[in-house]
């Protein structure tokens, strides 16, 4: 497991079994690990519409091209109880993959 801290003081994990589901279906991207991490660290986040713990980390990579220009990575942000019966965060990635972002302007 490889636990981040992102830009907006968030502890996010990312699960071994998680990166394999990711890599089932886009095994290219396993050669951008480290820029899914920094995807969390530095990306810009936005939160879903329709499920408030639900957010789309993306970020900016040129290496991506020419096919694609951003990794892209859904993360729920959520609590649970710990065994003293607190809400703890747990927070995970669920998937990611890449795409092509037209710039805008």
Do not use: C
Not at 42 to 56: I, M, S, W
Not at 90 to 99: C, H
């Amino acid at each position: 497991m490889w636990i981040v801290h992102d830009r907006y003081g968030d502890t996010i994990y990312l699960t071994e079994e998680r990166w394999r589901h990711i890599l089932e279906s886009r095994p290219e991207l396993e050669a951008y690990f480290e820029q899914f991490l920094e995807t969390l660290r530095t990306g810009q986040r936005k939160q879903d519409a329709l499920t408030p713990t639900k957010y789309r980390y993306a970020k900016q990579f040129d290496e991506l091209l020419p096919r694609n220009t951003h990794l892209v990575l859904i993360v729920l942000l959520q609590t649970q109880q710990n065994a003293q019966g607190q809400e703890v965060p747990n927070n995970f990635v669920v998937t990611g993959w890449a795409t092509y972002i037209q710039p805008k302007g």
